[in-house]
C-alpha cells in the first residue's frame, strides 16, 4: 500500500489525538517498517489495520469509525495536496467518476507498482449513483469515509446507502448508493 | 532541549520529509514523461525504420522489375540484332548471286554478240561487192543493233559491279587532247546524222594532262554526250566544254578543279525530276523510255562512277530549255603542264586494250599462223573469217587439251588468240602449261573473252598472257593488236 496512506494516518493521529498516541501505537505496533514512513515508499496494508486496531482500543472507537474517519481526513488532504486534481471538478459525483480513469492512472504514472481498488460508478440519475468497491484489502470503510469527504469538499449534501458484498473477506467489496439531496 | 524546542524540530525534520517527497513524485513524473517520449519516439522511429524497410522494399522490388524488363529488351535486342545479322547475311549472298548471275548472263549475252558485230562488220565491208544497198543497209542494222545492246549489257554489268562494291578505280595521266579527239571520232558522226551543232571546247589555259581514270572518265562523257545528243532534235546543238573550275564553292576553303560540261538545246528536264533521273531505271517519265529508248541506267551509273572518282556530277536544266550536265573532277585531277612526261606511260600494263586504234589504218599479214583456241564455234568461225581476210592463216581448236595437242604437230604457230571459259580444258590451265614449256615461252599469246572483269585480265596476264582484249572486240581492235605481236 502506498506511503500516503501510512503518511496521513500518522498525521492524522497527530493531529487528532497527539504526538504521543502516535508514537504510543507505532511503539504497540512492532512494525516491520519501524512506523518509518515516507509518501513514496510501499507498505504492508496490514501495518494501518494493525494501528488502526491499535488506535481502537487507546481511544475505545470503533475501528470502522475510526477507518471512516481516516477517509474523511484523507479526502481533505488530497484535496490540499493534489489540487489539480479539482480543476474544472464542479460535483462529487465528477470527481468520483474520475478517480478510477484519472486519479488512479496518474498515480501509477509515479508508482507503477501501485495496486489501487478498482472502482465502478454507475450514474443513475443526475442525482443518483452507484459506486462498486472491490479490493484485495479491507478498506470499505476508508472509502466511505473518502466519500463523505469528498461530499463535505463540493458542500453536498449526500445520503450514502452502503451495502456489503462478500469479495475476498469482509471489507473487500461493497455498493455504495448514493443520493444527492439538494 | 525541552518538549517545545523537540516538537519544533520535529515539525521542521517533517516538513523537510514532505518537500523531500514532493520533489521526488516531481522527479518521478518528469521520468515518466520523458519516459513516455522516449517511447513514443522509438515507437516511431520504429514505424520509420518500418515504413523505410517498406520503402525500400518497394524500390527493390521496382528495380528487379526495371531489371528484369532491361533484361527482356536486353534479349529481344539480341534477337532483333541475330535476326538482322542473319538478314544482312542473306542480303550478302543475294546480292553476291545477282552480282554473280548479272555478270554469267553479261558473258553468255556477249559471247553470240561477239560473232554477230564481227561477222555483220566483215559482211558490210562487202569486199566482194556484191551485196545491194538493202543488204547493206540490213546488216548496217544488225551492226549497230548489236553495239547498242552490247552498250546496254555493259552498263547493266558495271551497275552490278558498282553495286557489289567490285569497281575500282585505276588512275592514270590522260591527254586532253586525245580524249577529245575520241569524243569528236565518235560523236561527230551521229551527230551529223541528226543535223546538230556539235563542238569540243578546250580552255586555252589548261594543260595536256590530266590524272584520273580514262576508262570512267570516258564512260561517263560518253553517257553524257549520247545523252545529249538522243534527247536533242534535229538541227540543235550539241557542246563539250572542258575548263577550270572552283571546286567547293559552297566553303570558305576553294581550290581549283577540272569540268567537263555537257550542253544540248535538247527538251530539258522539268527541276522535279532532276534527282530522280539518276537513280537507277528513273527517266524522267515512262514515255522517254517509249520516244527514246533507253534503260535508265546511263546517269546512275554515271553518278555512281563520279562518285567512287570523288568527282561531283551536277545538272542544270528547264524543261525544254535544253541542259548542262557538269563533272567536275577533283582538284588532284589538275596537273602541272611537264613536258617530260612519257606518252607511253598511258600504255599502261594492265589496260592494253584501253588504246583507241586508229580506224584508219589499213593492216595486212604476212601469211603468218594464228591458233585461235575458242570453243563456241560461232566466235572461231567470225574470227577465221576476219583474220584469213587480212592475209593470216589460221587454225582453230575448241580447248586448250585440243590446242596442245594441235601444237605437238603443228610447230609453226606465230600467235594464240585464246579463249577462257572452255571445257576439258580452260584457257588459264592451257596458259599455264603452255608458259612451263621453254619451246612457247616466247609465243605470243592474247587472250579475247567474254569475261570482262579487271580481276580476269589481271590473272590472265599473271597467268602470261600477251595481250588481254575483252569481247566483243572491234575488227580494227583485234587487227592492231595482232600487227604488234606478229
Known amino acids: 500500500m502506498k506511503g500516503v496512506i501510512f503518511t496521513e494516518f500518522m498525521e492524522m493521529v497527530e493531529q487528532k489525538f497527539s504526538v504521543d498516541v502516535a508514537e504510543e501505537i507505532i511503539s504497540a505496533a512492532n512494525l516491520e517498517s519501524n512506523g518509518e514512513y515516507t509518501s513514496l515508499g510501499t507498505y504492508s496494508h496490514e501495518e494501518v489495520l494493525n494501528l488502526v486496531t491499535l488506535l481502537s482500543e487507546k481511544s475505545g472507537l470503533e475501528a470502522g469509525d475510526l477507518a471512516l474517519a481516516f477517509g474523511e481526513y484523507l479526502f481533505g488532504r488530497f484535496a490540499t495536496i493534489?489540487?489539480?486534481?479539482?480543476?474544472?471538478?464542479?460535483?462529487?459525483?465528477?470527481?468520483?467518476?474520475?478517480?478510477?480513469?484519472?486519479?488512479?492512472?496518474?498515480?501509477?504514472?509515479?508508482?507503477?507498482?501501485?495496486?489501487?481498488?478498482?472502482l465502478t460508478c454507475t450514474r443513475e440519475a443526475d442525482d443518483k449513483m452507484a459506486l462498486h468497491y472491490r479490493s484485495h484489502r479491507p478498506f470499505a470503510s476508508v472509502a466511505e469515509g473518502l466519500i463523505k469527504g469528498c461530499a463535505a469538499h463540493f458542500n453536498e449534501n449526500l445520503t450514502i446507502d452502503r451495502q456489503d458484498l462478500p469479495g475476498v473477506g469482509p471489507g473487500t467489496e461493497a455498493r455504495f448508493l448514493m443520493e444527492r439531496k439538494s | 532541549m525541552d518538549a517545545e524546542a523537540w516538537k519544533k524540530r520535529y515539525q521542521r525534520e517533517k516538513s523537510a520529509r514532505k518537500a523531500a517527497e514532493r520533489i521526488a513524485e516531481e522527479k518521478t513524473r518528469e521520468i515518466f514523461f520523458r519516459n513516455q517520449e522516449l517511447t513514443k519516439l522509438a515507437a516511431s522511429l520504429e514505424e520509420a525504420v518500418k515504413e523505410r524497410t517498406r520503402e525500400l522494399e518497394k524500390q527493390n522490388f521496382s528495380l528487379e522489375e526495371h531489371r528484369d524488363k532491361l533484361k527482356n529488351q536486353q534479349r529481344m535486342l539480341q534477337s532483333t540484332n541475330q535476326a538482322l545479322e542473319e538478314k544482312a547475311i542473306e542480303l550478302e549472298k543475294i546480292s553476291r548471286y545477282k552480282s554473280e548471275f548479272l555478270a554469267n548472263v553479261s558473258h553468255e549475252l556477249r559471247t553470240p554478240l561477239n560473232s554477230t558485230i564481227i561477222l555483220a562488220k566483215l559482211i558490210l565491208d562487202n569486199s566482194e561487192g556484191n551485196l545491194s544497198a538493202d543488204d547493206l543497209y540490213s546488216m548496217s542494222v544488225i551492226y549497230n543493233n548489236s553495239n547498242e545492246l552490247l552498250e546496254i549489257i555493259e552498263d547493266i554489268l558495271d551497275m552490278s559491279q558498282v553495286q557489289a562494291g567490285e569497281l575500282s578505280i585505276h588512275m592514270e595521266d590522260v591527254s586532253i587532247h586525245e580524249l577529245c579527239q575520241g569524243l569528236e571520232e565518235q560523236f561527230r558522226p551521229l551527230a551529223d546524222e541528226k543535223s546538230l551543232a556539235f563542238t569540243i571546247d578546250v580552255d586555252t589555259d589548261l594543260g595536256e594532262w590530266i590524272n584520273t581514270d580514262r576508262k570512267r572518265l570516258k564512260q561517263i562523257l560518253k553517257n553524257l554526250l549520247s545523252n545529249a545528243c538522243k534527247f536533242t532534235p534535229e538541227k540543235g546543238r550539241v557542246a563539250l566544254r572542258i575548263f577550270r573550275d572552283v571546286w567547293n564553292p559552297d566553303t570558305d576553303y576553294t581550290s581549283e578543279c577540272l569540268s567537263f560540261a555537257v550542253s544540248d538545246s535538247g527538251i530539258g528536264i522539268p527541276v522535279d525530276k532532276q534527282q530522280t533521273i539518276f537513280q537507277m531505271f528513273k527517266q524522267v517519265d515512262g514515255s522517254t523510255s517509249r520516244q527514246y529508248g533507253g534503260t535508265g541506267l546511263g546517269l546512275a551509273i554515271c553518278r555512281k562512277l563520279s562518285d567512287l572518282m570523288d568527282a561531283r556530277l551536277t545538272l542544270v536544266s528547264e524543261k525544254d530549255q535544253g541542259a548542262t550536265f557538269t563533272l567536275s573532277l577533283p582538284p588532284g585531277s589538275l596537273l602541272p603542264d611537264a613536258a617530260d612526261h612519257n606518252p607511253s606511260s598511258m600504255n599502261n600494263d594492265f589496260f592494253l586494250n584501253?588504246?583507241?586504234?586508229?580506224?584508219?589504218?589499213?593492216?595486212?599479214?604476212?601469211?603468218?599462223?594464228?591458233l585461235v583456241v575458242d570453243d563456241d564455234l560461232r566466235n572461231s568461225f567470225a574470227l577465221s573469217q576476219l583474220l584469213q581476210k587480212h592475209g593470216l592463216k589460221v587454225l582453230l581448236s575448241e580447248n586448250g587439251r585440243q590446242a596442245l595437242e594441235l601444237m605437238e604437230t603443228e610447230r609453226h604457230i606465230d600467235l594464240v588468240v585464246?579463249?577462257?571459259?572452255?571445257?576439258?580444258?580452260?584457257?588459264?590451265?592451257?596458259?599455264?602449261k603452255l608458259r612451263s614449256e621453254v619451246e612457247y615461252r616466247m609465243l605470243p599469246v592474247v587472250v579475247v573473252t567474254a569475261s570482262a572483269s579487271a580481276e580476269d585480265e589481271k590473272r590472265c596476264r599473271l597467268a602470261g598472257a600477251d595481250d588481254y582484249l575483252s569481247k566483243p572486240v572491234e575488227a580494227p581492235e583485234l587487227l592492231s593488236c595482232l600487227h604488234r605481236w606478229l
Request: overall charge negative; charged content about 25%.
Open chain 1, 82 to 118: 493534489h489540487a489539480d486534481f479539482f480543476h474544472g471538478v464542479s460535483s462529487g459525483f465528477d470527481f468520483i467518476e474520475k478517480v478510477e480513469d484519472y486519479i488512479h492512472i496518474e498515480v501509477q504514472k509515479l508508482y507503477p507498482d501501485a495496486n489501487p481498488p478498482k
Open chain 2, 354 to 370: 584501253t588504246v583507241e586504234p586508229d580506224s584508219d589504218e589499213v593492216f595486212e599479214f604476212n601469211q603468218q599462223t594464228v
Open chain 2, 418 to 432: 585464246l579463249d577462257l571459259m572452255m571445257p576439258t580444258m580452260d584457257g588459264f590451265t592451257m596458259l599455264e
